[in-house]
């Protein structure tokens, strides 16, 4: 009598004969989570929400157009007349508040009102200058 023949000669035969499908490599399932949450500011009422990305967010205050700001924007306090003045004139020149953890070498936001215009003639290519 002849030996069986081994656990590996028979895979071998099953899959030569169509009997043992061999399955690829599993990818992990993928959840998604919430969308990130953004900032959007009022200038008038000198507030701030963190929302999902809306494209027409309105302010609940007044009822005026919220500002995309960016998932890095830090309001300021409601009573801090001259930075509000900063961050609207850094928003209307078309900077945003993106996260610099990646962008080591970017020029920071000037931290007085008074200087935004030196800022902005001195970073038109500035990465987190948006232009249309």
Known sequence: MSAPPTKAKRMELRE????????GPQSPP????????????????????????QAAAKCPQCGNP??????GFKAPKKSDLEQWKKVEALWREGFRFLSH?????????????????????QNPKHPFRVTD
């Not at 959840?31 to 009422?45: D, E, K, R, S, T």
């Not at 990646?102 to 935004?116: A, G, I, K, Q």
């Open 30 to 53: 993928c959840h998604l989570g919430p969308a990130y949450l953004v900032a959007h500011a009022c200038f008038g009422c000198r507030k701030s929400w963190k929302l999902s990305d």
């Open 66 to 71: 919220l500002h995309w700001m960016g998932r």
């Open 101 to 121: 953890e990646r962008w080591r070498e970017v020029e920071p936001y000037p931290e007085r009102c008074r200087d935004v215009e030196t800022f902005v003639r």
């Open 16 to 23: 030569a004969i169509g009997n043992r499908g061999i399955p």
